[in-house]
């Protein structure tokens, strides 16, 4: 168990609706981290935040958004579903902002399909 | 942003032979390079990693090198194991607009047969 807790493990949903997903990082970690893993890819990666802050932007796209909350939780937000945002959704969390390396800690992921 | 490959894609191996994995990042200013295992259906893992002040290391079975002029570095598995199959990524790590984000290969999916 790597202390990160993501919601829901699995989605269904159709074409065009709107979903959010929740990451509870490890206690203590301030930075919070989301990948989008799509079938037989590689981990990219979407956006970042530290203590409340979005730190850095990835492949995002403009229907995607996100938060982290003051209890440090953040939520990834997809929007106007495509057939194409089907993919495994990793959050993870790192205790470090800058300096140094720090390893991340991931969640188990939400499995979303859009139908 | 950085720029990281990874070759194979997919490696077979029989049990107790050695699997080497190679990657390649763009930007010089890199300075963190982990890997990270991810079994069938779980969460990735970190393995090992290595930063830019040290040539190798190694852990047990698992090594890595790191090769700073060519902007490129190796996962070595040694005696490797059933159990060692899995999806591998790498991963490099640098500074832009102050922030650390981790940017991942595209993995490589390697199978031990027995």
């Known amino acids: 168990d790597s202390g990160v807790t993501q919601t829901p493990k699995h989605l269904i949903t159709a074409t065009g609706q709107r979903v959010t997903l929740r990451c509870s990082p490890r206690s203590g970690d301030l930075s919070v981290y989301w990948y989008q893993q799509s079938l037989d890819q590689g981990l990219q990666f979407l956006i970042q935040?530290?203590?409340?802050?979005?730190?850095a932007k990835g492949n995002i796209l403009e229907r995607f958004s996100a938060q982290q909350f003051p209890d440090l939780h953040s939520e990834l937000n997809l929007s106007s579903l495509e057939l194409g945002d089907s993919a495994l959704y990793f959050c993870?969390?790192?205790?470090?902002?800058?300096?140094?390396?720090?390893?991340?800690?991931f969640g188990e992921g939400s499995r979303l399909t859009v139908l | 942003g950085e720029n990281v490959e990874q070759h194979p894609s997919t490696l077979s191996v029989q049990e107790g032979d050695s699997a080497v994995i190679k990657c390649t990042y763009s930007d010089s200013a890199s300075n963190y390079f982990p890997w990270y295992k991810q079994e069938l259906g779980k969460r990735p893992q970190l393995i090992i990693d290595?930063?830019?002040?040290?040539g190798e290391k190694k852990d047990q079975r698992i090594a890595v090198t790191l090769n700073k002029t060519a902007k490129h570095f190796s996962l070595h598995i040694t005696e490797t194991q059933p159990e060692d199959s899995a999806v591998y990524f790498c991963a490099a790590k640098g500074w832009w607009t102050g922030a650390n984000n981790l940017f991942f290969g595209t993995g490589t999916r390697l199978t031990v047969i027995p």
């Open positions: 290595i930063r830019s002040n040290v």
């Open positions: 935040y530290y203590n409340g802050e979005e730190r």
């Open positions: 993870a969390s790192s205790v470090e902002r800058t300096s140094g390396t720090g390893e991340l800690f």
